[in-house]
């Protein structure tokens, strides 16, 4: 089954109101990726974190690395309708060599 | 210039058929890979191939078979197509444990 869990799996909100996607792993994350992939695009990289704890920004976006290293959050504050689209987490789970993605969390932005 | 590439864009077939994609990276990267995205969106990681040589090979039918003829492509085929098969592939490419370029996909829609 899947691994990798998001939530929610979608959200729908008004251009200007806050957005929170939470990734949880059963395991132990070596790292954590994030990725965006615009409707009818492909996933496009944002960040990876690595260090427990991590918490980095771009922009309106602020990413966490949980403290045990088995969850990640990205937040996105005053959404606008560019930032329409699906969001992946994606992480090594333990030693694993692969990259595991998240469920996603589809974000719909409306004036 | 592109940085993945992959053709062709668009595949309709019918069951039974044997079809090709090909995939091309242009970024010097050592690692590519092959992802299935189906209908709910789940992004699952089929092969990885790191200087030519197989590294993962997730539970995939071997009506699947990858091949990497240099370090620039990988290409996908597949035998006996099923309707199960219908889905939108990924090529991507990284250095290893990097993040992962992805090129625009391919639509496979098996009749």
């Known amino acids: 089954g899947q691994q990798v869990m998001q939530i929610p799996q979608y959200q729908h909100v008004q251009e200007g109101e806050d957005f929170t996607t939470y990734c949880n792993s059963s395991t132990t994350l070596s790292n954590i990726q994030w990725y965006k992939q615009r409707p009818g695009g492909h996933p496009v990289f944002l960040i990876q974190?690595?260090?427990?704890?991590e918490v980095k920004k771009q922009k309106r976006l602020t990413f966490q690395f949980g403290e045990a290293k088995k969850n990640s959050s990205l937040h996105i504050t005053a959404t606008q309708t560019t930032d329409v689209g699906t969001y992946f987490c994606a992480g090594r789970l333990g030693t694993a060599s692969k990259l595991t993605f998240g469920t996603g969390t589809r974000l719909q932005v409306t004036l | 210039d592109t940085a993945v590439s992959q053709t062709p864009k668009y595949l309709v077939t019918q069951m039974g058929n044997d079809k090709s994609i090909k995939c091309e990276q242009n970024?010097?990267?050592?690692?590519m890979y092959w992802y299935k995205q189906d209908s709910k969106k789940f992004l699952k990681i089929m092969f990885s191939y790191n200087n030519k040589e197989l590294i993962i090979n997730e539970t995939v039918p071997n009506r699947f078979s990858p091949k990497s003829p240099d370090k620039a492509h990988l290409n996908l085929h597949i035998n006996s197509l099923e309707l199960g098969d219908s889905a939108v592939y990924f090529c991507a490419s990284s250095q290893v444990n990097q993040m992962q370029y992805f090129g625009p996909g391919t639509r496979l829609t098996v009749t």
């Open positions: 970024l010097g990267h050592d690692t």
């Open positions: 974190l690595v260090k427990s704890g």
